[in-house]
């Protein structure tokens, strides 16, 4: 993941370990910082119950001044109330004043358990250490990419470069996370920087776009965290884009995002099988989204994968129930480009080539339906023993 | 389950191993007749890729001259097109004609297989065997609750009596399924008999207001089958129930409905706890019914009652990312009666004694919100590693 990996020009990051996780060895505290004013927006969990991370972070942007984000693990500060709120206040404003940045430009994640309290001290101690190894090295990026996991198993990390003439932009983004699926863990998290200058009012659509088709199209367990949160950083230190490359820009960000995303699905605990959905020909984007994040959901068709059992009929039924109006004669299903069903009804098949080729641990479904011409692509995982043991397993 | 159960007058009914399912000794053919016409109405699963016998079924619904149901398992004739309409037709024709009722008086269920079409011969060799064997005894009773089982391990079978005076009305109602969670197999199937004399334009009330506070209120896997039914008959042989006797009536109904929902929890495949979700204090029902159902459908909520943990966090985020609008501090949660979180902030408790009353096996989990009167219950199993290795287990 971290070859050919490296900082947008004007950026420095850090990690460091500050014993907010039991294992004291283990990172849990990150600083992203850029040492220009950055272009930066945000995208959020949907969820209600959201982290005070969340409520401090949105509350800022878009800003045209934004310096950097501080980000911990092992604690998502999130059902915390007016403490929670006021140690994520704190927290940016700690960190701000190590680089010497104003407060309200310092933005703020937290992940991990849900309702407990932010240890202020640990933090406090662990401020100054991780702000005096600020650094810009590949190195540097990886160690900040650690400090941001939970129970992933390897850092994400994913540069591109955009380039015309002499002139290159660079697009690096951090995530962790693999949905809401580890012990007492909440969320992905995601930091996108660049060094192209962006119009501050485009930041915002940029991210969104890029979201959508990425980080919004993937499930573990359908479980919407308090917690989830992508930044875009732009500190303009490589110039701006020229209008006739803005759709490429978009391009790399979307590209980045969705490689982060795929990272995250390759990664969730437990699984055995990378699943990518293809829904097409619906009316509208969002009836193909609602069809395939029903089919991503649904135990059953994830259990089925687990198996190689090419056990259409959970599919198909699973679209059945998704509230998407159709007939069954209007959709059809292959799997690893096996016709299963046709308009309606049952296909004869080779019931060992479809197992043998699900077995190969990469799963496509495609559900193709008579009702239009719009279509969304989805990432899962399956549903494993070693999901279920990973996510009772917790002493009290 | 089977103490104390026993038909309403005027019902015969049988089973029989016909050879749909594998092994040729399992039972997989139920005949449920009535002497008498019957008043009947049925209540059907949403989902619109739905199983041929329930759009047969469905069809020929309400109706005053209701005469009986045929029912197998193995094979839920779903998705199987137009042969698996004609297929369905086919089995109330042939039942019917052995019993000397018109194919249209009677009704069918199907609930096994998804995608495969009905093996019509042995279903042809087996009718004349189970028709055969009609009776009205306990022991009847159980072999045909137990025809219409697939992966279930008991059988499930309710009887209450409603009196007055020297008048009796008996409600027996039988029912098979966990949901969708089995190998392959779809599904909830529920036959609900009654000696009492319903008005015919009563009855689709009555079962509608049964199935709401019962069958619609329990969730193994959120999947929603291709074949979910529950039919209710009532031939009258006891007689009308007098006004001022109605509303115990239909809490007659809706008991039996509510303890054979209750047996299908129990019996979830690889379960290891009860669950109760009492969600209260919200403008509507359905508000209240949408927060129950997506706690009880999130995998990381039924994995930590797996695993005995007092996790919280994942039940407030659950509510959050329900849909339905409130803010943190309208919310507060207990559960097995031990606060963890009120108006929006975490509260102190002993984590090791909440583990303990959960390793109970009866968890339940109260959410209280200060929006409104409404409230609901709710049912679900928790997800074990069990449940993963049935549902992905499949030979091809």
Redesign the interface.
Known sequence: MSHGVGLPRGFRVAGHACGIKSDPRTLDLALFVSDAPCAAAGVYT?????GAPVKVTRARLPRNTARGVVINSGN?N??????GIADAEWMTAAAAELVGAAADDFLVCSTG?????LPREKIAAGLPVVASRLGSTPEHLEVAARAIMTTDTVPKIVTRKLTSGDQTWTVTGVCKGAA??A??M?TMLSVIMTDARIDPEDTHALVRHAVDRSFNCISV??????SDTVLLLANGQAGPVPANLHAQLQSTMDDVAMALAQAIIRDAEGASHFVTIDVHGLPTRESAFRIAKTVA????VK??I?????????I??????SGV?????D?SLTVNEIPL?RS???VAFD??A??DAMATGEVRIHLEFTLGKESVRFWTSD???E???L????T?
Chains 1, 2 share one sequence.
């Open positions: 949907q969820n209600l119950v959201c998502s999130a059902c915390t109330g007016d403490r358990v849900i309702g407990r309290f809401m699926i012990p007492n909440a367990d359908g479980h919407t965290s308090t959901d649904s135990a059953l259990t089925a687990t198996g190689n059992d090419p056990n259409w009929g959970r198909v039924s699973a679209a059945g129930y109006p159709f007939l069954e004669q959709c069903y309606g009804a049952p019931a060992k479809v197992s549903l494993t023993a999901y279920v043991r996510n009772a397993d917790y009290t």
